[in-house]
T-cell receptor, first 113, second 113 residues
Framework: GNSVTQMEGPVTLSEEAFLTINCTYT??????LFWYVQYPGEGLQLLLK?????DKGSNKGFEATYRKETTSFHLEKGSVQVSDSAVYFC????????????FGTGTRLKVLA | DTAVSQTPKYLVTQMGNDKSIKCEQN?????MYWYKQDSKKFLKIMFS???????INETVPNRFSPKSPDKAHLNLHINSLELGDSAVYFC????????????FGPGTRLTVT
């Protein structure tokens, strides 16, 4: 079945550091891939998405590229801010009638001033 | 205007009780979901309704029963609550089934004592 594997957290960075959160997936066909962010005490919200191979999703300085050859969708940001502290979830939605999201386990990011 | 709302935000109850959580979305979406998030932030889908029809029913104890009176509402009723039911429950909605962004509510923190 479909699955998503995210790097374990927590990740602690200083402000303005470079961020990478790794995400790899297992799925048949061409799933849609997503990154969601959950701020403390809130629900998840979509950060970015990509629906086909080589697509790059981007939003608020975050980027992720859909790599079919490595089955990856790593999240990057060039310069993190304290306000980026949150839990980040990689997710996929499969094709062929599997109409459900599969979420990764989440990676907690803490950015220090 | 809140897009996806849930009530109550907090729910503390004793083992064996029956409780309900309500969800409403004003986005005009046709698909709604219930997720359970445990203390380690692991997020798992429980149910999904499309146009009031149940389409996803994961391996959830039958003490949990969703009800969708109309496309804008999806309620969750839990019978005979157990300690292990303590978690944060999120409602979400989307337009369509495949590859669509999901909009999450703020969550209901259920504590069973």
């Amino acid at each position: 079945g479909n699955s998503v594997t995210q790097m374990e957290g927590p990740v602690t960075l200083s402000e303005e550091a470079f961020l990478t959160i790794n995400c790899t997936y297992t799925a048949t066909g061409y799933p849609s891939l997503f990154w969601y962010v959950q701020y403390p005490g809130e629900g998840l919200q979509l950060l970015l998405k990509a629906t086909k191979a080589d697509d790059k999703g981007s939003n608020k300085g975050f980027e992720a590229t859909y790599r079919k050859e490595t089955t990856s969708f790593h999240l990057e940001k060039g310069s993190v801010q304290v306000s980026d502290s949150a839990v980040y979830f990689c997710a996929l939605m499969g094709t062929s009638g599997t109409y459900k999201y599969i979420f990764g386990t989440g990676t907690r990011l803490k950015v220090l001033a | 205007d809140t897009a996806v709302s849930q009530t109550p935000k907090y729910l503390v109850t004793q083992m064996g009780n029956d409780k309900s959580i309500k969800c409403e979305q004003n986005l005009g979406h046709d698909t709604m979901y219930w997720y359970k998030q445990d203390s380690k932030k692991f997020l798992k889908i429980m149910f999904s309704y499309n146009n009031k029809e149940l389409i996803i029913n994961e391996t959830v104890p039958n003490r949990f029963s969703p009800k969708s009176p109309d496309k804008a509402h999806l309620n969750l009723h839990i019978n005979s609550l157990e300690l292990g039911d303590s978690a944060v429950y999120f409602c979400a909605s989307s337009q369509g089934l495949s590859g669509a962004e999901q909009y999450f509510g703020p969550g209901t923190r259920l504590t069973v004592t």
